[in-house]
């Protein structure tokens, strides 16, 4: 099973509203990554988790806020969000993180701050 | 900083032709790179990764080669079809970091 999967497909929300975005596998990776992909753009790295602590921090605001809670499963809050956060949030997995790893990626959360 | 350009933007083919799509990358020392595909507003499918070690990969009708020592990588698209259309995103992982530098994309549409 080369499944990762995200919860909600799509969120809207307005900018003082706080929610969380959901990923999750199954493939005994101990490595998950948080991607924000703006239209017709490629995907940005955001955050990198390696057995379960972070490790990669993009400089992104604090107003995303990253949890790990076990090796399955990685959260993103949301909190105080801005329009321009509108976006495809991608969650991608690996064995490991760097080296030569392949990179498995869920089918996103369309996200829309209003 | 490593920089991965796609060429064409788009392109066009009737059914039934052979493709390549092209990419190249300004940084050698990748420790492999990674074709995918994105169809519009999903996520990306995983499609062929070649490690630095490897000149070429082959699954079905796609095969990708590398040569790292130039920078560049191809995805050659046999017999495309009309569920072929997407969009290839081409990345390379380089260096001691976690990061995947990913290309602007080539946006395929084959025509029945």
Redesign the interface.
């Known amino acids: 099973d080369t499944e990762?999967t995200?919860t909600p497909k799509h969120l809207v929300m307005g900018m003082t509203n706080k929610k969380s975005l959901k990923c999750e596998q199954h493939m005994g990776h101990r490595?998950m990554?948080w991607y924000k992909q703006k239209a017709k753009?490629?995907?940005e790295?955001m955050f990198?988790y390696?057995y379960e602590k972070l490790?990669?921090n993009e400089s992104v605001p604090s107003r995303f806020s990253p949890e790990c809670p076990n090796s399955s499963l990685l959260n993103l809050h949301l909190h105080a969000l801005q329009p321009e956060d509108s976006a495809?949030y991608?969650c991608?997995s690996s064995l490991f993180?760097?080296?030569?790893y392949?990179?498995?990626?869920?089918?996103?959360t369309?996200l829309t701050v209003t | 900083k490593q920089e991965v350009t796609q060429i064409p933007a788009a392109l066009s083919v009737p059914e039934g032709e052979n493709l390549v799509l092209n990419c190249s990358f300004t940084d050698s020392a990748i420790y492999n790179l990674q074709w995918f595909r994105q169809d519009p507003g999903k996520g990306l499918t995983s499609l062929l990764l070649i490690q630095s070690s490897q000149r070429e990969q082959t699954s079905g009708r796609l095969n990708a080669s590398l040569d790292k020592s130039s920078g560049r990588s191809t995805l050659y698209i046999a017999a495309s079809q009309p569920g072929d259309s997407a969009t290839y995103l081409c990345a390379v992982h380089g260096g001691s970091n976690y990061k995947l530098t990913f290309g602007k994309g080539t946006l395929l549409t084959v025509n029945p």
């Open positions: 990762v995200q490595a990554y753009k490629p995907p790295l990198v390696s490790s990669i495809l991608l991608a993180a760097g080296g030569s392949e990179q498995y990626f869920g089918p996103g369309r």
